[in-house]
């Protein structure tokens, strides 16, 4: 299994500039969430989903949207870059044991800048 | 509203200290997840543990333990006799409310470990 992967691993943006940060996932798991990770700030929920065809907003979803037509993918659009998106973006993928959740399997992160 | 503290910003110690990471975690769930991550500096996430608030005893594998008390919320992660390779940031974790597969993070911990 290659786990979860996100392309591409950098990004350099000019504000205002549109793009798409790839995930996929081949664990069949049913959650799937972005995140972004700023210094000091931990890791903050952009947006998430609990399956296909289904998507929500997590803490910091201004400037972003997502979909989710498959089980494997859940791609992060950025809709007009602003440098206040210069951040470390991670997917996670996630599955349900009985009543709860199992652990959280990240990506290797995209690194954006936003000039 | 739920949250999770990690009051300490940066720990420094020599090789073959003992090191406790403290992490704090408010909910009003009394079923929830609880997780530590590890974030070295190649930058990718490493799932160390996950706790169901149920179950309370301690957990210790090799040089790593977790103490879990509901009784003060807290969640504390312990590295004996540290190395070098410890050094990272770590993460604590709660699960958020319902299945939904989020979690919410603390603000990180970042650990030195000089030789």
């Known amino acids: 299994n290659a786990g979860v992967t996100q392309t591409p691993k950098f990004q350099v943006l000019k504000t205002g500039q549109s793009m798409t940060l790839q995930c996929a996932q081949d664990?069949?798991?049913?959650?799937m969430s972005w995140y972004r990770q700023d210094p000091g700030m931990g890791l903050r929920l952009i947006h998430y989903s609990v399956g296909a065809g289904i998507t929500d907003q997590g803490e910091v979803p201004n400037g972003y949207n997502v979909s989710r037509s498959t089980t494997e993918d859940f791609p992060l659009r950025l809709l007009s870059a602003a440098p206040s998106q210069t951040s470390v973006y991670f997917c996670a993928s996630s599955y349900q044991i009985g009543q709860g959740i199992g652990e959280q399997y990240f990506g290797p992160g995209t690194r954006l800048t936003v000039t | 509203a739920q949250k999770v503290t990690q009051a300490q910003t940066e720990i420094s110690v020599v090789e073959k200290e003992d090191v406790t990471l403290d992490c704090v975690y408010e909910?009003?769930?009394?079923?929830?997840?609880l997780f530590w991550y590890k974030q070295p500096p190649s930058g990718e996430l490493v799932f160390l543990i996950r706790?169901?608030?149920?179950?309370?005893q301690n957990e210790i594998s090799g040089r790593y333990s977790w103490n879990f008390q509901k009784s003060t919320s807290s969640f504390n992660f312990t590295i004996t006799a540290s190395q070098v390779v410890d050094s990272a940031v770590y993460f604590c974790?709660?699960?958020?409310?319902?299945?939904?597969?989020?979690?919410?993070f603390g603000q990180g911990t970042t650990l030195q470990v000089k030789p």
């Open positions: 706790r169901n608030s149920f179950d309370e």
């Open positions: 909910t009003r769930d009394t079923t929830y997840y």
């Open positions: 974790a709660l699960s958020d409310r319902g299945n939904t597969g989020k979690l919410i």
């Open positions: 664990m069949n798991h049913e959650y």
